[in-house]
C-alpha cells in the first residue's frame, strides 16, 4: 500500500538564500523567495513551554498572510495566519545543507526554539513517484548528511529521518539489490546525527494505514532505530491522531519501547474516503489541520505532535495541484476551513 509515499514533498521548496533570509527577518532585514510576498507578517513565536519548536517569520504561509493583508483580504489572512503561527517542518534540500541547517539553527537559537528539520535526499526516494530523486549515490547521502551534521553543529535541532525510507524497503517498492545499501546509509545518517550534542532523531516508520508493525519493526532495527530517540508517523498524511498513537504503541513494544512522534499537520478530519484509493493520499478534498504542535501529548510515549508536512503545499500534480512542495493558497485555506478553498 503506497498511500504516503508521494507526499514527501516539501523539500524541493527551499532554497538556501530563503533560508537564510529566515535568519535575517530574526535581525530586522527583508528577504527575497519563492512565496506569494515579501512583505512581513509580524509573525512571533509560541509560548516555549507547551511548543519549544521553532517558528519560522519568513515561510510562506507566513508571506501568504502579508499578500493577503496588503490586498485588504482579512478574512482571508486571518485563516492562513492559523498556519503561519505554527511551527512546521523545514525540509533541507539537496544543494546546500550546511548552509541550509545552519541557517534555520541559527535562526531558531536567536528565538531561543528548537529547529524542526526534515531530512529527504535517501538514493532512489519515492520509487519513482512525485517526489522522485535524491542523492545519486551511497557517497553523496553521506557527504549531504555530513553537511546537515556541521551545519547544526551544537543548536538543538530535531530532525526527521528520510520520509518512507524504511516503508519502501519493506512493501516491494525499492529493489532488492538496493536494500543493503540503504539500511547502510540510515544507520549511519542516525549515528552521525547522534553524534552531535543537542539533535533527536525521529526515524520514519510509516503510518496507522499501511500494514502492520510485525511488517517493519525489524527494518527499522536494521536502520538504526535504536540508536535514535524514536520514530515519526503519519509523515505527511491524513490518518488520525488516535489511529496514529495506536499504531505507533504497537510498534514501539516491538522496538524497545522507544517513543515517537506524529505528524498532525493535516489530519483533522482522518483520511479521504473517495476517488482513486491508490491516489488518495494526494492532495485530497476537504481535509483540515490537526492538533497544533505540542510536546504536552499526555501520552508518555509520543514525544510531540509535530506539523512535519507544512499545510499549504502540494503533494503532486494531482486533483489540480502544482508541483510537489510547491505552495497552493486554495488548499491551504481549505484546510484552515474545508469546503472554503
Known sequence: MHDSRGARTAARIRVSAAVLGAALLLAG?????????????DIGQRPKSADPFWVNPDGNAARQLAAYRKAGKKSEAERIRRIAEQPTGEWIGPENPESEARGFTEAAEKADRTALLVLYNIPHRDCGQYSQ???????????????????????????????????????????????????????????????????????????AGWGHPDQIFEPLRWAGVDRADGFAVNVSNFYSTEDSISYGKRLS???????????????GNGPWTGGDPAQRWCNPPGRALGRTPTTRTDDPLVDAYLWVKRPGESDGTCKGGPKAGQWWAEYALGLVEPGKG
Not at 548528511?145 to 525499492?174: K, N
Not at 513494544?253 to 489530519?267: E, I, L, P, Q
Request: net charge negative; proline share 3%; hydrophobic share 35%.
Open 133 to 207: 530523486g535524491g542523492a545519486t549515490d551511497g557517497d553523496g547521502y553521506r557527504a549531504w548528511i555530513d553537511g546537515v551534521a556541521r551545519g547544526i553543529g551544537d543548536r538543538t535541532a530535531t530532525v526527521v529521518l528520510e520520509p518512507d525510507a524504511v516503508l519502501h524497503l519493506v512493501d516491494g517498492c525499492t529493489p532488492d539489490e538496493l536494500h543493503e545499501e540503504r539500511y547502510d546509509l540510515l544507520k549511519g545518517a542516525v549515528a552521525r546525527l547522534k553524534s552531535l550534542k543537542n539533535t533527536k532523531v525521529y526515524l520514519d516508520a510509516g503510518n
Open 29 to 41: 532585514c527583508s528577504s527575497g523567495g519563492d512565496g506569494p510576498d515579501d512583505a512581513k507578517a
Open 253 to 267: 513494544a516491538k522496538v524497545g519501547g522507544k517513543h515517537f512522534v506524529v505528524d498532525t499537520s493535516r489530519n
